[in-house]
């Protein structure tokens, strides 16, 4: 991965995110790099964009995927957006290298 989609803050990690809502499962996909070269990790949720519900999926989601608690999770902007940038509070060499290993586990391997 040549540039993440996050990067180091004095209390955490912000991460840029392509929200998929109704997406059919909560998952993370992937990085994936836009028209205008910026990387995002891709989400998909299965809720819906209305009245938060998606937003409060994504949150739950990363707090769970990479082991911290929910309130460590925040939408800092675009929270209308299927763009989004979130906060992550927390030591971010650790958080870094736990995205960096959920990102290893998404890859294909290319194997049957």
Sequence with gaps: MD????????DGLTVALRVTPRGGRDAIDGVETLSDGRSVLKVRVRAIAD???????VTEL?????????A????????????KQVAIDGDP???????RDLIAAH?????S
Excluded at 51 to 57: D, H, I, L, S, V
Excluded at 72 to 83: D, K, W
Excluded at 93 to 99: M, R, V, Y
């Design 3 to 10: 540039s993440p989609p996050w990067r180091a803050a004095a």
């Design 62 to 70: 990363l707090a769970k995927a990479i082991g911290v608690t929910k």
């Design 107 to 111: 890859k294909p391997t290319g194997k």
């Design 72 to 83: 460590s999770v925040r939408i800092t902007s675009g929270t209308t957006s299927r763009l």
């Design 93 to 99: 060499a650790k958080l870094d290298q736990a995205l």
């Design 51 to 57: 009245g938060g519900e998606a937003n409060r999926a």
